[in-house]
């Protein structure tokens, strides 16, 4: 297991486009993240899963976005009918809960043009 | 409220010292974290420290923590141009059990040969 893999590594979309991320975390971790992330700003948290259930949505994730971890081990983040405010960087990170942090995948950056 | 706020810049002289600061609000915070985000690239855990530590050292890395003032710094000793990258300060509020992370907007290292 390398780590936490996220595909794509980038996407461009028209705006009104719906887009789908993945992340493949850890094997044995059993809690997952999702994050936001723009130029010059730290990430903001968007969503919380442990194992297969969501424990967590931040109110910056509004109703065009959706999150899964069906069986409890890789996620998807959709976003529908994209907007411009939506181009940022979405990381996913992985852990099992104890201090020693997250580990981070590399990211999908997403632009919608 | 949960806030956590960095310098934005630092830049020192290779061989220098370097000191990132960071203060929080969230007095109950049980971790507080060192990440460090080269551009293009994902976060990468530096280190931590528990909210009962004052100090912790690992290598050319320093962590001071003055729980009474909710200051947290990070001495980098013998600054490498490899150093230069940006580095986000983060704790974990001691409210709820999803343990997300509330970020700082990041300090943006330069090192000058």
């Known amino acids: 297991d390398t780590g936490v893999s996220q595909d794509p590594r980038h996407k461009i979309t028209k705006r009104g486009q719906n887009v789908t991320f993945r992340c493949d975390p850890i094997s044995e971790h059993n809690r997952l993240y999702w994050y936001r992330q723009t130029l010059g700003q730290g990430p903001e948290f968007l969503t919380y899963?442990?194992?297969?259930?969501?424990?967590?949505k931040s109110r910056l994730l509004s109703d065009r976005f959706s999150a899964e971890r069906p069986k409890g081990s890789f996620s998807t983040l959709e976003i529908q009918r994209t907007e411009q405010g939506d181009s940022a960087m979405y990381l996913c990170?992985?852990?099992?809960?104890?201090?020693?942090?997250?580990?981070f995948g590399s990211g999908t950056r997403l632009t919608v043009v | 409220g949960e806030d956590v706020e960095q310098s934005l810049f630092l830049s020192v002289r290779e061989g220098d010292s370097s000191v990132i600061n960071c203060t929080y609000t969230?007095?109950?915070?049980?971790?507080l974290y060192w990440y460090k985000q080269e551009p293009g690239a994902g976060l990468q855990l530096l280190t931590y420290?528990?909210?009962n530590m004052d100090m912790k050292q690992d290598q050319r890395l320093t962590v001071l923590l003055n729980k009474k003032d909710k200051h947290l710094s990070l001495r980098i000793a013998d600054t490498q141009t490899g150093d230069s990258a940006i580095y986000f300060c983060?704790?974990?509020?001691?409210?709820?059990?999803?343990?997300?992370?509330?970020w700082g907007l990041g300090t943006s290292l330069a090192v000058n040969p």
């Open positions: 969230d007095s109950s915070s049980t971790y």
């Open positions: 420290i528990f909210s």
């Open positions: 983060a704790e974990i509020p001691n409210a709820g059990n999803n343990r997300k992370l509330i």
């Open positions: 899963f442990q194992n297969e259930a969501q424990l967590e």
């Open positions: 990170a992985s852990s099992l809960g104890g201090p020693d942090g997250y580990t």
